[in-house]
């Protein structure tokens, strides 16, 4: 896999350690089978497959680094570019386009509320919210006093999930139901 990241005069993703390992986690992802971004049915198209994708990465982030605020080197150079040009950073906040945990501003969180189709907008980042909690929430359930091999573990878990989806219709609940199979066959989850 290779990875390229822009260098701007406000910000170089590349100095960024979650946003290379946000992308590293797509990369991972495609390689497990799972390369759609949208589902067509009869009712049309859906981004579930693409917001997976994001909160998945992001997910990949945070098992790296062990915390909930993803790309604060990049998200200062960003919200500086939008304070440059006016905007306040509570719009911006406001309108989706930057998270913040305390004084630091952040991409997105893992410490967030957003719940699946109750608060979808139809843009992957957004929508992918909800995994990213949810991957967040199992952690803080599953880390004991040694998060470093609670996070292993859970990369490990998350990795078999992925390659038992491979390459059928990915959805929330399909995430969900062959999550809950794999955890009843690790024994590091089946009693949790």
Not at 95 to 107: H, L, N, S, V
Not at 159 to 165: D, G, N, Q, R
Request: hydrophobic letters at 35%.
């Amino acid at each position: 896999a290779l990875l390229c990241f822009g260098q701007g005069a406000k910000c170089d993703f590349g100095y960024d350690g979650d946003v290379v390992y946000h992308e590293f986690g797509h990369a991972t992802i495609y390689t497990t089978g799972i390369k759609a971004n949208t589902n067509v049915d009869k009712y049309g198209m859906s981004v579930e497959p693409g917001a997976f994708h994001e909160g998945m990465a992001d997910t990949f982030a945070f098992l790296m680094t062990d915390n909930s605020c993803t790309g604060e080197y990049a998200s200062k150079g960003i919200m500086d570019y939008y304070e440059s040009h006016g905007m306040k950073p509570e719009d911006v906040i406001a309108q989706g386009a930057m998270d913040m945990e305390g004084d630091t501003y952040c991409m997105r969180t893992a410490k967030n509320s957003f719940r699946a189709f109750e608060d979808s907008v139809g843009e992957v980042h957004a929508d992918g919210q909800p995994v990213l909690a949810s991957n967040w929430d199992i952690y803080q359930l599953v880390k004991g006093d040694d998060s470093q091999t609670a996070r292993d573990n859970l990369a490990k878990l998350f990795l078999k999930t992925l390659y038992a989806i491979g390459d059928s219709q990915l959805t929330f609940r399909h995430w969900a139901e062959t999550l809950l199979d794999e955890v009843e066959k690790d024994d590091n989850f089946k009693s949790k």
